[in-house]
């Protein structure tokens, strides 16, 4: 009887451990390259291996596209990640959508991302979040394009070397700075936010800055700030965004 017992016990263990390995691959493992154009790498661990059609890509991976080359990482549901030429990003968390692996949260170190958040990965609250080095984009069910450039200025804004852009194409992109604690505003589709500098703006009007104020922001170099709607337009013509942001190659067809 206390055989029979430990056997019991010794199945059960087994089969608990084998679904936590099943459960812990599945949640590693968080889409597939679907797309790819031109020459991108994978960095996983101390591999870095080129990107192959039907490729997994896992979390914790660096995914980095060459000057001309862009590509499509195919997510649970039909959602997916569209990296732009000149482009890089890491896969920071995940979570396991109807029991398969999908990202929570990637990296923009720079360049561009489409990103089409669909199905099971959709819905009221934040599902999935794009970070970059001075801004935070969460998203409560969308289509958005994120762009991310550093080291470059612009004759209005010359200490501010790191721009983020987040133009929502469908749903709502709740972006934030990076400040303690941050400044954040909803981004609904149809409107550009942009972060950069230090101060918060909203529809043309500075309704919080950082730092005492633009001038200041500018002065010291802090890179952070919120421009929302329609006052993207207004500094973009009188030559605010030149030469920052909106780099990392052309525009990404959308693709639902």
């Known amino acids: 009887m206390r055989y029979t017992r430990t056997l019991t016990l010794l199945a059960m263990l087994t089969i608990a451990m084998l679904a936590t390995v099943s459960t812990a691959r599945a949640q590693n493992t968080v889409g597939t390259i679907t797309q790819i154009q031109?020459?991108?790498?994978?960095?996983?661990?101390?591999?870095?291996?080129?990107?192959?059609?039907?490729?997994?890509?896992?979390?914790?991976?660096?995914?980095?596209?060459?000057?001309?080359?862009?590509?499509?990482?195919?997510?649970?549901?039909?959602?997916?990640?569209?990296?732009?030429?000149?482009?890089?990003?890491?896969?920071?968390?995940?979570?396991?959508?109807?029991?398969?692996?999908?990202?929570?949260?990637?990296?923009?170190l720079n360049g561009r991302l489409h990103s089409v958040i669909v199905g099971a990965m959709r819905g009221s609250t934040t599902t999935f979040e794009v970070h970059t080095p001075n801004a935070i984009g969460a998203v409560r069910g969308t289509e958005f394009t994120a762009d991310s450039e550093d080291g470059k200025t612009n004759d209005k804004y010359k200490d501010c070397l790191h721009w983020t852009e987040f133009e929502v194409q469908d749903g709502t992109v709740q972006t934030c700075n990076t400040e303690t604690p941050p400044k954040c505003e909803d981004c609904h589709a149809g409107h550009k936010c942009a972060v950069a500098c230090g101060v918060l703006w909203l529809d043309g009007a500075e309704v919080g800055a950082a730092g005492g104020g633009l001038g200041t922001a500018v002065g010291i170099g802090i890179g952070t700030a919120i421009v929302v709607g329609g006052v993207v337009g207004g500094l973009a013509a009188a030559g605010a965004f030149d030469g920052g942001g909106g780099g990392g190659g052309p525009p990404i067809t959308p693709s639902k």
């Open 38 to 108: 031109g020459v991108a790498n994978i960095q996983r661990g101390a591999l870095n291996v080129v990107v192959a059609p039907n490729m997994p890509v896992m979390l914790n991976d660096k995914i980095t596209t060459q000057p001309g080359a862009s590509l499509t990482v195919g997510l649970v549901d039909n959602s997916s990640l569209q990296l732009g030429s000149d482009s890089s990003i890491t896969i920071d968390k995940s979570v396991l959508v109807n029991g398969v692996g999908a990202p929570s949260q990637v990296g923009l």
